[in-house]
Structures are given as structure tokens and as C-alpha cells.
């Protein structure tokens, strides 16, 4: 695979390309905007803001216009955001992709914000925010996240509250986005067959020739609490008990992030990882076993999520339960480490997994975009190096260490939702204790 190129813009604006062989491209446009940088009475502002993006520009008069126009052409558009950044995608055929380039940046620039669109669309988020609501794997997550960050903007919803976004006043959302969608504050990332000098010229056509930022707004708290009350249990009316048991992790520029990475693998990362084989294998408790790992300006999570059913969450039939189980493996990992083998099937995993995504543009553009936005030191190391670069030299030592490091009481916090759970508080904590 080819090298990764860059090139700033005088704007400020960064495009980073990588030469694919095929016909298929991919665009990723990266804001560095997400719920972190809002304050309290804007929380959610930067999803609402991805929303109004797609309702018309002033030359695409409405989201009808915008639609046909990717559906015209078979083209992939979508969005999110996340605590850190927004994410405006598409892929599609190469003949088609400056159509589709200069129409995400021209949602991205010259979206027109029109009052009463603004207003009916505060009615789909709020909407979209009660189905997640309905979803209790949601609801466990944003406690977990609310309770490992507590005090920082880290722990705010990325969509907000109903109240919030009811009361969001016209100017505020505008000043919100004309501060942070500022070329100098954006990533073009495409992997394509197309050239880069063919691409460089139609994102220099446009893109507007705005000035750098030179005063500072909306800055974040990221000062995170030390909380002692580190669990938080809530009865709810349902068959399942969801639990979250996190940790707080090193931030995402950290040389610890990569043997994370690994650790998540032999943790829950394949079908002969440790919490995949003792909870569903062996003994039939969960349907699926996942971990949450992202990674922030100066903090990160590792959260195991899970859900078993209301009886089998201490015990189940006479026999250890889930949340046992869990907490058995943890502490037995952090006494008695990760063997040769665990890291030998792990590193041989991942490098399988990373082969296959190089068939991927939309892959390579993504991670190429995101390692390019926050300035990471391995930004200019393409996909198919990273393996060898970054995972190949780890070594059992090494994983043992950020296992200690990080997977301990000071760094924990839990989150369960279940029917009458709060009745087996005091033996979850007495689980809870054994790390």
C-alpha cells in the first residue's frame, strides 16, 4: 500500500490522502467537536449541529436535494458524533466522488440553519434520544461513562437531555458552529484512485479562505473526580441485569494504549477470549460479552458490558455468576498475568483483522482521518505497517504491566440495571471488592 500524504491548506484546513487500487473511494470529513467541548446548557449541541447539516445549504435548498443527490449516484453518506469529534462520511463509486466531496463540504461550510428546521429537527433528536432511552445496553454505558469521568465534560451525554435541547436559543447553536466548523479545525481524509493533486484542487475550490482561530471559546472541563462512591445500582423492570465494569485508562496519545488494545482482545475480543469462553461456553450466561475501549485528550475508558439474566447474576444453580465470573478472571489476570500463548493468538487475531480491513477504503480513510485530527504519533503510519509498527514487539511483561497499571479498585467503577437489584447491593460490592 502506498505512503499516507498530507498537505495543510493556508486556511488551516488538512487533507490526508491514501492511494487505493480500486474504483471504490472514501471520504471522511473529521470536526473536532463533540460533547466535551459544550457547556452545560448546549450539551448535546454538536450531534443537534450534525443533524442541521444535512437539512439544505444555500445552494442545496433542503435535505430532499441533498439525498437525491447521494441516492443519484448509489453513494453511502452518513454522520456521528462522538465525545471528541463529529463525522461526516461517504463512499462511493470514484467517477461520482467529486460530486459527493464538494457536496459534504459544501453542507460542512454553507449550511443555512433555518429557523424553523431548526425547530422540527429538536423534535427528531429528542425523539431519537427516548429510543435510545428504551435500550438499557445505552442507559448502563452513559451511567458507566457518567460515573469513570465524573466532574469533567467527559461525562456529559453526547445527545443531551430533552430539557436542554428544547431551550437551545438560535444564536447560541450558530455561534457554536461558526467557532468550531473553521477549516483550521478540520481533517479531509480519502483513501481514492483518483490523484491527490486532482483532489487537492477540487477541496481548495471548496473550501472558504477563512483565517485561523485566534480567540478561545467553550473550553472543556477535563478534570476528572475522585469519587468514593465508585458503583451506582438501579432498579428497572426488566428480565435481564445489564452491568458495566469500567476502568479509567491512559489518554489516546499514550504508548500504554497499544497493550490495552491487546489486553481487550484476550479479554473479549474473539471467540476464545477469556470472558467469551467462561461466560457463554461454559457456562451458557450471556448471549454476548463486549468492551467498550476509546481513549481521550488526557483520559480513556475500558468498560466489559454484558447482560445475564435477573437469577444468574450472583449465582446460577449453584454455581458462580456472572459477575463472579468476571471479576475470577480480572483478579486472576492481574496475579497471575496473560500467557504466550493468549498473546500469541491475540497479536496473530489482530493482525488477521487488520489484513482484511485494508479492503476497506471507508477503514483507511477513517482511522488516517482520526490519527491526523488529534496529532497521534503513529499518524503517518498507514494501516498495513501499524501491525508490525505498533503490536508485533509487545511482549507478556509488557501486557502484565498495564494490567496492574490500570485494571485495579482505584480505577473502577460499576453500573448495574436490573429488576430488585439494589436488593443484592451488598453482595455485588462484596464481588466487587475482590480485584
Not at 40 to 67: A, C, P, R
Not at 119 to 127: D, F, L, S, T
Not at 207 to 230: G, M, W, Y
Not at 390 to 404: A, C, D, F, G, L
Request: positive net charge.
Amino acid at each position: 500500500m502506498t505512503s499516507i500524504k498530507s498537505h495543510t491548506f493556508k486556511n488551516g484546513l488538512k487533507f490526508i490522502y491514501q492511494k487505493n487500487k480500486t474504483n471504490v473511494s472514501s471520504i471522511n470529513i473529521f470536526v473536532k467537536v463533540g460533547s466535551v467541548n459544550e457547556p452545560k446548557h448546549l450539551n448535546g449541541v454538536s450531534h443537534f449541529i450534525e443533524h442541521m447539516l444535512f437539512k439544505g445549504t444555500k445552494k442545496l435548498q433542503s435535505s430532499d436535494i441533498i439525498s437525491q443527490i447521494f441516492d443519484s449516484v448509489g453513494a453511502h453518506i452518513n454522520a456521528h458524533t462522538t465525545i471528541d469529534f463529529t463525522c461526516y462520511v461517504s463512499k462511493c463509486d470514484s467517477g461520482y466522488l467529486q460530486l459527493c466531496l464538494e457536496t459534504l463540504l459544501d453542507m460542512i461550510f454553507n449550511s443555512k440553519f433555518d429557523k424553523d428546521e431548526i425547530n422540527k429537527e429538536k423534535a427528531v433528536v429528542i425523539e431519537e434520544i427516548s429510543i435510545n432511552r428504551d435500550n438499557p445496553s445505552y442507559n448502563v454505558n452513559e451511567i458507566i461513562y457518567n460515573k469513570l469521568f465524573e466532574g469533567s465534560n467527559y461525562s456529559q451525554p453526547i445527545g443531551g437531555t430533552n430539557d436542554i435541547i428544547n431551550n437551545y436559543l438560535y444564536k447560541d447553536i450558530l455561534e457554536f458552529y461558526q467557532y468550531f466548523y473553521t477549516p483550521d479545525n478540520i481533517v479531509v481524509s480519502i483513501c481514492s484512485n483518483l490523484s491527490f493533486t486532482k483532489l487537492s484542487k477540487i477541496i481548495k475550490k471548496s473550501i472558504p479562505q477563512l483565517a485561523i482561530r485566534t480567540k478561545t471559546k467553550f473550553i472543556p472541563e477535563l478534570t476528572i473526580k475522585t469519587s468514593k462512591k465508585n458503583m451506582i445500582i438501579e432498579n428497572i423492570k426488566l428480565e435481564k441485569t445489564y452491568l458495566a465494569v469500567g476502568f479509567r485508562i491512559c489518554k489516546r496519545d499514550h504508548s500504554d494504549y497499544f497493550l490495552l488494545d491487546i489486553l481487550r482482545i484476550i479479554l473479549c475480543g474473539n471467540m476464545s477470549s477469556l470472558l467469551f469462553v467462561e461466560l457463554r461456553e461454559k457456562n451458557g450466561l450471556t448471549y454476548t460479552v463486549n468492551i467498550d475501549f476509546d481513549a481521550y485528550e488526557n483520559a480513556g475508558n475500558f468498560i466489559i458490558l454484558t447482560n445475564v439474566d435477573k437469577k444468574r447474576l450472583i449465582t446460577s444453580y449453584n454455581k458462580p455468576g456472572a459477575l463472579n465470573i468476571i471479576f475470577k478472571i480480572l483478579k486472576s489476570l492481574r496475579e497471575k498475568g496473560v500467557t504466550a500463548k493468549q498473546l500469541k493468538i491475540a497479536k496473530g487475531y489482530l493482525k488477521g483483522i487488520m489484513s482484511l480491513s485494508l479492503d476497506d477504503t471507508g477503514n483507511i480513510s477513517y482511522i488516517n482521518g482520526i490519527r491526523h485530527l488529534f496529532n497521534q504519533r503513529e499518524k503517518n503510519i498507514s494501516l498495513d505497517k501499524i501491525y508490525k509498527e505498533k503490536y508485533h514487539s509487545i511482549t507478556v511483561p509488557q501486557v502484565n504491566r498495564v494490567i496492574r497499571k490500570y485494571l485495579k479498585q482505584s480505577n473502577l467503577a460499576c453500573a448495574f440495571l436490573g429488576p430488585n437489584i439494589k436488593n443484592k447491593k451488598a453482595k455485588i460490592k462484596e464481588i466487587c471488592k475482590k480485584l
